[in-house]
């Protein structure tokens, strides 16, 4: 009974796939980059982010650079990952 049911299924499936390609879903992609942040505004999780402020103190002494400090008080923040 399942290789029938399998065997009347299986024909279907490329006629599933070649409907979903419709104009609706195509709006919904422009809409979709119409709202998706652009490299520009993602540029804060391009920053070389240290793990921890030792790490970071560590670095600022050999590169000569401050080091600034965010700190996250949440139960799920985590800045780096953009969730915070």
Same mark, same amino acid.
């Given at each position: /009974? ?6 009347? %299924?299986?024909?279907? +499936? ?10 609706? %879903? ?14 520009? @505004?993602?540029? /804060?999780y ?8 030792? @790490? ?6 050999? @590169?000569?650079?401050? +080091?600034?400090? %965010? ?5 799920? $923040?985590?800045?780096?990952s $953009?969730?915070?």
């Open positions: /009974m399942k290789r029938f049911l399998t065997a009347l %299924v299986l024909p279907l +499936v490329p006629a599933a796939i070649i409907s979903a390609q419709t104009p609706k %879903v195509q709006s919904v992609l422009e809409r979709y980059s119409d709202f998706r942040p652009q490299a520009d @505004e993602l540029a /804060m391009q920053i070389d982010w240290a793990s921890s402020l030792q @790490e970071a103190q560590k670095r600022a002494l050999l @590169e000569k650079r401050p +080091v600034f400090l %965010v700190i996250i008080h949440a139960q799920y $923040g985590d800045l780096t $953009g969730h915070c």
